[in-house]
């Protein structure tokens, strides 16, 4: 049973355990889906089974083959108990199979997934294979740094997409991994000390759990007050490389997992990707997304959808342009009776985000990228958009947004009144029919029935519209803990005759699917709503719990109008007549901000200070944490080494130490030292990677034998020489390495079987 020891120590055990842990537990807090209690079970199972792998004695194949063996039927009996606890084997995995193909079908066809099992298979999957891996780094191989690497990369991942409350898991993981790091190398260096018969320090074991503990406090404590750093602009530029290409992988991910729910600690900064699934409950927080100081305003839109699929929404737009900052953004076209207003934006995040304002954005003071198609689709060159008209769906910043780095919005908001709306007509463009009326061929005829018989007794699309919002107003209840919808299901059918509950994505998805039922083109709109108004500091604080999604509907010569469906909302209020003398309304004290911004709107004068909330809130992003406390995990490791390094060389002789010294820089170029080898042949191999220092080698090498092997004690000149001779030693080495360095790197890129 020796075997099955823990000879790399029971604490390097535990600290792999943890780190394990760690990362599963805020996987479970952050709440993505349920059931991922078992990732536990197969993260540990792995672990265990890595380990006791590496302590047999059979060929590495069969080592790998028995893990998987063992490994599979862990995964699915873990699976297997999140789906149904009671159900035996063969019923349990006929029931996997089947929601494997659903999903499968469902992911080919290009269409948007909410099935969770999926996922917490897949999660089940990682955690067994990164219990089994990191065992085998640590306790096989002994490569620890590439087991942190692996850890390390994936609590990155999990942190990326967990609440702030996760930061405990995330500090221990920091905690435990330093401290494997460390007793690792002291392990290492214990075993080469014990190979080559040297003598050392038994209780080293101490000085690491002391020394390296309180290292790990230091380094604790500095990711704890990451706050006061986390807002450097340097930082921040180097945070928004490292997840820029993310966003693009982040949209396929919520495609096929869509029914995931949970925080993304990048909420705030892209929220609104190209697509919009309908799915289960909805829970947010009042935390802040951004503040907003302008007169009056109610809708705050980050995006646009135009292609429903039966189970939720995709912008279609596939071109993009950078446009600099003060430049007007292309425009659809001339429209009437629209007013320009001016907002001032101050962000909650630091990094590159989404851009948001009322109405139709024509202008912002900064850099930034559009996503776009043309309203003339015979003309237009690709790569300029304002070659023809175009209509712009979303807007993100090109440079970094912070408290201290608002944005200015100029909007271009309506302000026609119902009369000149029922009397807009229905010369639609080509390029709004085409686009704007599409409905999937699997849609349930009933949708159809229905949305015609609410529409029948009017005869123009402003009555149309508001007759169809209205009735979702009345007939469907708002709810925002509602069950996940029947995969097979037609969300707005299921939506109309079955649940008869939801929340705004539903209300608004219900109206657009209706509006375009009987020949009113209009889309879905997503972005934030209201916020509490401060009158004072004239700003309105937009919390997440104002994500909102309302519908737009476009009129020939006014062009993109709202409306608000959701029963939980205050409806919209238009002005009913217009005269000279501007528009006019009729309302309570129960109208909308909007109506209020439409009827009274003026001009903004220019506003030169921004109102920047106190500092206290800042909080920072756990991508700029996880990066920082990598920073400075790294210096605390280097700091722990050279502390281990100098225990190991205290009490020996001057011409002893610079030995040793001379031997650890020689590590660094692969010159290890062999049980068998004299001091002399050592030195050969040295001196053969290092040519330009082979006196200097020689000559630290022969004071080293005489003292040791000689009954002659050495004297201060032996001393001087042999440190005069290190330093002319030691950059002839650093040079050697750094010449290496492309080699080495292109070594350990190199695939090997």
Request: proline share 6%; glycine share 8%.
């Amino acid at each position: 049973m020796n075997r099955f020891q823990v000879k790399e120590g029971r604490l390097s055990f535990v600290l792999l355990m943890l780190m394990l842990l760690s990362i599963v537990w805020s996987m479970e807090l952050a709440g993505w889906v349920e059931g991922l209690h078992i990732v536990e079970w197969t993260a540990l199972g792995g672990m265990i089974i890595g380990f006791l792998l590496t302590r047999s004695r059979w060929p590495r194949a069969l080592k790998h083959l028995l893990a998987l063996l063992t490994g599979v039927p862990l995964i699915f009996w873990a699976t297997i108990r999140s789906i149904g606890p009671h159900l035996g084997w063969g019923d349990a995995l006929s029931i996997l199979a089947y929601h494997f193909d659903a999903w499968l079908r469902i992911v080919v066809a290009g269409q948007t997934s909410t099935d969770t099992t999926m996922f917490v298979l897949l999660m089940a999957v990682l955690g067994w294979w990164l219990g089994y891996t990191s065992a085998w780094l640590v306790f096989g191989t002994h490569k620890v740094w590439q087991a942190l690497a692996l850890t390390g990369a994936a609590m990155l991942l999990v942190a990326y997409g967990s609440p702030p409350k996760a930061l405990p898991f995330f500090l221990l993981y920091i905690f435990c991994a330093l401290l494997l790091a460390i007793r690792m190398y002291v392990y290492t260096g214990e075993q080469s000390w014990e190979k080559a018969k040297a003598r050392y320090d038994r209780d080293i074991s101490f000085y690491f759990l002391r020394d390296g503990g309180l290292l790990v406090v230091i380094v604790l404590l500095a990711v704890w007050v990451l706050p006061l750093v986390s807002s450097s602009s340097f930082l921040s530029d180097i945070w928004s490389q490292v997840e820029g290409p993310w966003r693009t992988v982040g949209d396929q991910w919520n495609r096929i997992f869509s029914g995931l729910q949970g925080y993304r600690e990048d909420y705030q900064n892209i929220p609104f990707t190209d697509q919009l699934a309908l799915g289960g409950p909805v829970d947010l927080s009042s935390r802040v997304v951004m503040w907003v100081r302008t007169e009056q305003g109610r809708y705050w839109r980050g995006a646009v959808y135009d292609r429903y699929d039966g189970t939720g929404w995709r912008n279609t737009d596939e071109m993009s342009a950078i446009i600099a900052a003060e430049t007007d953004l292309p425009r659809e076209g001339e429209y009437q009776l629209r007013r320009e207003t001016r907002q001032i934006v101050v962000p909650n995040w630091s990094g590159v985000g989404q851009i948001f304002g009322l109405g139709q954005p024509v202008a912002v003071d900064l850099p930034i990228e559009v996503q776009y198609s043309f309203t003339e689709f015979t003309g237009g060159d690709v790569r300029d958009p304002f070659s023809a008209p175009a209509a712009v769906s979303l807007i993100t910043s090109r440079v970094q947004l912070s408290r201290d780095r608002p944005y200015s919005v100029i909007s271009s908001v309506s302000a026609a009144d119902v009369d000149n709306l029922r009397g807009a007509g229905e010369d639609y463009p080509t390029w709004v029919t085409r686009r704007y009326l599409q409905l999937p061929a699997a849609l349930p005829q009933r949708i159809r029935e229905l949305s015609q018989e609410i529409a029948a007794p009017y005869d123009n699309a402003y009555d149309k519209a508001i007759a169809l919002q209205d009735y979702l107003r009345h007939t469907i209840s708002y709810n925002q803990d509602i069950e996940e919808p029947p995969a097979d299901r037609d969300r707005i059918d299921y939506l109309l005759f079955d649940s008869r509950e939801g929340y705004c994505n539903y209300y608004a998805s219900a109206m657009v699917v209706m509006a375009r039922a009987v020949g009113i083109p209009s889309r879905l709109a997503v972005g934030y709503v209201g916020g509490d108004f401060d009158d004072e500091l004239g700003r309105y604080a937009v919390q997440e719990r104002n994500t909102h999604a309302w519908v737009e509907v476009y009129f020939p010569r006014y062009g993109w109008v709202e409306f608000e469906p959701t029963a939980s909302e205050e409806p919209i209020l238009r002005p009913v007549r217009r005269d000279d003398t501007g528009p006019g309304r009729e309302g309570s004290p129960g109208d909308s901000q909007l109506e209020r911004d439409l009827a009274d709107l003026e001009e903004l004068e220019d506003i030169e200070e921004v109102i920047i909330p106190p500092s206290s809130s800042r909080r920072p992003s756990l991508g700029l944490l996880f990066l920082t406390g990598v920073g400075v995990a790294l210096a605390a490791l280097a700091l722990a080494f050279w502390i281990v390094r100098s225990r190991r060389l205290e009490g020996l002789s001057k011409v002893h130490r610079v030995y040793q010294l001379m031997c650890s820089y020689a590590r660094v170029l692969g010159v290890k030292g062999e049980f068998y080898q004299t001091p002399y042949e050592y030195a050969a191999v040295l001196a053969s990677r290092v040519p330009s220092g082979a006196p200097q080698v020689e000559r630290i090498t022969g004071l080293y034998v005489r003292e040791r092997f000689a009954p002659h004690v050495p004297g201060v000149p032996e001393e001087e020489a042999a440190e005069e001779a290190w330093r002319e030693l030691r950059p002839l080495v650093r040079r050697e390495f750094l010449r290496r360095v492309p080699g080495l790197v292109r070594s350990y890129l190199r695939w090997r079987p």
